[in-house]
C-alpha cells in the first residue's frame, strides 16, 4: 500500500508539472478526487486495512492528498497567471508606433478667398447680406434699372425657371432688398457675397461663380470713395505695391461706371501671357450708383448718393493661387483642393 502510495504521488507530481492548461488539470482533479479518483478508491479501502495499519496508512493518504491539491491550486495558479500575462503583453500598446493617419479637410479655395474678403471688408465698417439664389426678375434686373426690354439684359445670360423667376445672375439684388429693408436710413454700407448663375462655361467662365458685391450709400459719396476704397482691397490683398487703373464702362445700374484693373503682379508690368502683355489685369466692375436705382428703392437721389463695385471671387482667387481653370474650383479633385490647406 505504501509503495503503491509513493507510486501514485510520483506519478501525480509529474503529471501536474507537465500540464499546460487548466483543462488538463481539470482532468487530474478529476483522475484523482472525483468519484472514481485514485484517491478517492484508496480511501475507500481503508476499512480493509487491520486496525494497526489503518491510521499509519490513513495519515500517508490524508499527506498525499493534501500536497496533489496543493500542487494541483499551485499549478493552476500558475497557468492562470501566465494567460493573464500573455493577455497584458497582446494588449499592450506601443505609443511609439505610427498611427493611422485621419484625413482632415481642408477649406475649399473659394471659400477661403471669400473669407479674405469679406474680412477685409468687415475691417472697413461694412457688414455682410445675404440673399436668395432663385429670385425675383424684379430683384436682379428691373430694381436695377434693367427694365424688360433692356439691351443690356444680355450682358448677362440668364437661367429662367418662369418668366418672373431666375437663378440671379449678380449678387445685386441682396443690395436691393438690403435698400428696401433699410426705407431710406443711411449710412448703407454693405457686401453680398454668394453663388451666382449665368449660361456661359469656358476657360474663364462658369456657369456657376461667386461674387462679392459691395454698396455705399450716405450724403457726400464720390467716385473718389469707390477709388480709395478698391485700392485699399486690392492693396490688402495682393500687396501694397499693387495699383489699380480705371476704365470707363457701362453698367445700366451705375453712372458713370467703371471697369477696375489691378497691376499685373506676376511680371511687374513688364508684360506676360496672363496680363496679354498689357501690364494690367481687370478684376472688378464697379460705378456710381444710378439715381434711377437709388429713388426706385426710397432713397432721394438729390440728398444722397452711392457707389458700388463687383467682384467675382474665382478670379481673385485664380490670380492669387495660380489656378489657370476656373473650372479646377468645381472639380472637387482633392489633389488640387488639399494644396492650399496652408496658405
Ligand atoms: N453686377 C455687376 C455684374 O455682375 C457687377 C457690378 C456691380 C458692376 C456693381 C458695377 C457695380 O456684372
Redesign the pocket.
Known sequence: MKTKLDELSLEAKKAILQAESLAELNELRVKYFGKKGLITEISKKMNTLSPVDRPIIGMMVNSVRESIKDQLNEKSKEIEQGILKEQLAKETIDVTLPGNPAPIGSVHPLSKVTQELEDIFIGMGYSVEEGPEIERDYYNFEA?NLPKDHPARD??DTFYITEEILLR????PVQIRTMERMKGQVPVKIICPGK?YRRDDDVTHSHLFT?I???VIDRHIRMSDLKGTLLQFVQKMFGTQTQIRLRPSY?P??EP?AEVDISCMFCGQAGCRICKNSGWIEV????MVHPNVLEMSGYDSTQYSGF???IGVERIAMLKYGVNDIRNFYTNDLRLLTQFNHI
Open positions: 436695377l450682358m448677362q445672375s449678380h449678387t445685386s451666382v461674387q458685391e459691395g454698396l453698367f445700374f451705375t461706371s472688378l466692375g464697379s460705378g458700388a463695385f463687383g
